[in-house]
């Protein structure tokens, strides 16, 4: 081969290699920022139920938890206060038939959780209904 073939072969080389590593690098860039706006973090609120008293079943011990809500819906806030004595009742009504066993462990407050959050979306249908979160849980 003469020189020039050589010179040839290899700008021709490079500028393949320049446009493959160009396209790759695009690409990698392009896909990440994708994924940076896909995971925007959602606006949330928090509805405060308060404090509740409850008998434990079968027990002499009391149980006192205060509730919070969370919505993405911030005018839900208003439904939540039309339909409070409704809530607290439906609560009470679950929390009073839980025994200690029920009550105790992170496994009894999770699963208590689900429960009553399940109890407000009964009251108020709303998939915005997001969470419920004890502030204070106290068996006493």
Known sequence: MTTKKIMLF???????MAMVMGATFYFATQQRGEQQTAVKPMKTYTYSIGEMYA??????????VNIEVETINEKLKE???EKRPKMTNSILELLRNK???EL?????????RQ???K???QVIPSDEIMDV???EFIVQ
């Open 10 to 16: 290899s700008i021709v080389g490079f500028l393949l």
């Open 55 to 64: 008998n434990v079943k079968d027990s002499r011990k009391i149980l006192k």
């Open 79 to 81: 439904t939540f206060d």
């Open 99 to 101: 025994t200690e066993e």
């Open 104 to 112: 105790s462990g992170e496994k009894g407050q999770k699963a208590l």
């Open 115 to 117: 429960q009553v959050l």
């Open 119 to 121: 109890s407000i979306k």
């Open 133 to 135: 979160f004890f502030v």
